[in-house]
């Protein structure tokens, strides 16, 4: 059973004056949802994911060592310029901050060297999609990849595991972008591997229904999100459903294990659906409470019953915390689903925009 000490470590065998390292981190879709954690980022209930494979955070990481006579002040904090698609965006940055404080002991080098972090996303910005998840994985894979240059020794394994590890401690669900192509995230019984520090590529045999799932992303709503992900997960705390819900991740992630196994593509629909309500249904039941839907989030639920109701063809939804809408469908649907999508479900995005998508293998070293 793997503990955070073990990402705590001992000696470095190598060193290096600078450098620069590039990766791209995917966003993720959860099918069984995280909402509401513990303390150092522990989730409440495990998840898991689809990993996607177009909607992803490009970040260049450059460092250079301190020069010894940088003061004693400067030495003992972290340096660092933030550049958004090459400009520097300030407001970025107390995020950045916190994060290097969180991770610091797992990487006891970042105050030695002066960094600029050089990030763009492949999305829109603002665009209703987890840009927090891709960041943070992109981020914590170039850090990863320089503490395998102080410490070359280090297998594979770990250096994934660490790095889903660390992006965990910057955005809960970015520890599910750093693999592919599902992704199961917390402690779960009948899941050999699974944790609650670090994501795992599931293990078990997925049918060819569930290869290549097609995720067809409807921009409803492109603002800023009406409650942050992290007050969200905070009102689980006194929640009066919370334990029933959480108790309800684990038996639907246990479904899934069947269905991934069978390729019942109708029971699939069942689970994640009903995942993305009860996700919504929690929040409409906190205190304070939010409605985070918006009058076309389920006109577009409604046509989506319909038609599936009329061709039987599988396609569902699912929701994150906002008002987007995930198109979920099998990839041999693909053309009859778009052509519905834009038909019928365009005219209730805005300014007409939606994001194909479709599950992608994770990370990519540039």
Not at 41 to 47: D, V
Not at 249 to 261: C, P, Q, R, T, V
Request: glycine residues 4%.
């Amino acid at each position: 059973m793997f503990t955070t000490a073990d990402f705590i470590p001992k000696k470095y065998i190598s060193d290096i004056e600078k450098g620069n390292f590039e990766w791209s981190a995917p966003s993720n879709i959860a099918l069984v949802k995280y909402w509401g954690k513990k303390d150092n980022q522990i989730p409440a209930n495990p998840s898991v994911s689809f990993t996607l494979n177009n909607c992803k955070t490009i970040t260049k990481l450059a460092f250079v060592k301190k020069d010894p006579s940088t003061p004693p002040s400067e030495t003992n904090s972290f340096s660092f310029d933030l550049l958004f698609e090459g400009k520097p965006k300030e407001d970025f940055k107390p995020k950045i901050q916190k994060f290097l404080e969180r991770i610091e002991v797992y990487l006891p080098f970042l105050k030695q060297y002066h960094f600029t972090i050089d990030t763009q996303n492949t999305f829109p910005h603002s665009s209703g999609i987890a840009s927090s998840a891709s960041g943070m994985a992109a981020l914590a894979m170039n850090f990863m990849s320089l503490e395998k240059v102080l410490n070359p020794e280090m297998s594979d394994e770990y250096f994934y595991q660490k790095a889903s590890f660390l992006a965990r401690l910057g955005s809960g669900s970015a520890c599910r972008s750093v693999k592919g192509n599902v992704v199961v995230w917390g402690n779960q019984a009948n899941i050999k591997g699974s944790s609650d520090l670090f994501g795992v590529e599931y293990p078990y045999t997925i049918h060819e229904n569930f290869k290549n799932y097609q995720d067809t992303i409807l921009l409803v709503d492109k603002g800023e999100k009406q409650v942050s992900s992290t007050v969200g997960h905070d009102l689980m705390h006194n929640h009066p459903y919370a334990e029933r819900r959480f108790a309800q991740a684990h038996e639907n992630l246990d479904l899934l294990i069947s269905i991934f196994k069978s390729g019942n593509v109708e029971e699939f629909i069942k689970v994640v659906e009903s995942e993305a309500l009860t996700l919504h249904a929690m929040m409409m039941t906190s205190m304070p409470y939010f409605i985070l839907m918006k009058p076309n989030t389920l006109q577009i639920i409604n046509a989506i019953w319909k038609f599936r109701n009329e061709t039987q063809i599988p396609v569902c939804f699912t929701l994150d915390a906002g008002a987007n809408v995930h198109v979920l469908y099998p990839e041999n649907v693909s053309e009859k689903v778009l052509q519905f999508i834009k038909d019928e479900l365009v005219v209730f995005c805005q300014n007409g925009q939606y994001i194909c998508d479709e599950i992608g293998d994770g990370t990519i070293a540039l």
